[in-house]
């Protein structure tokens, strides 16, 4: 099959894609219900979901600290490497 084909096949269903992550997504959550850590290291282990929360909690904030912080400090003016 060509690639061209597929890449074209996974944007016309791009819908449906989101759809199934986000599906499996929660399942992951859900199984995290009835699935419980045998030995969790920390009492929050023990909400379903928490590790799912952790990561998206901490990459919203290294998003955050990333443009507020240091895109300033290794940004450069329009035309900075123009001779």
Same mark, same amino acid.
Do not use: D, R, S, Y
């Given at each position: 099959m060509d690639i061209v084909k597929v890449l074209e096949t996974l944007r016309d269903n791009s819908h449906k894609l989101k759809l199934l992550w986000w599906a499996f997504l929660? *399942?992951? =959550? =859900? *199984?995290?219900? !009835?699935?419980? %850590?045998?030995? %969790?290291?920390f009492?929050?282990?023990k909400i379903p979901g928490a590790w &799912?929360? !952790? &990561? *998206?909690a901490f990459s919203i904030?290294?998003?955050l600290v990333m443009k507020k912080v240091i895109y300033p400090l290794i940004s450069r003016p329009e035309g900075y490497y123009e001779c």
């Open positions: 929660a *399942l992951t =959550v =859900v *199984l995290n219900i !009835f699935i419980k %850590p045998h030995h %969790p290291h009492e929050w282990e &799912g929360i !952790f &990561g *998206l904030t290294i998003i």
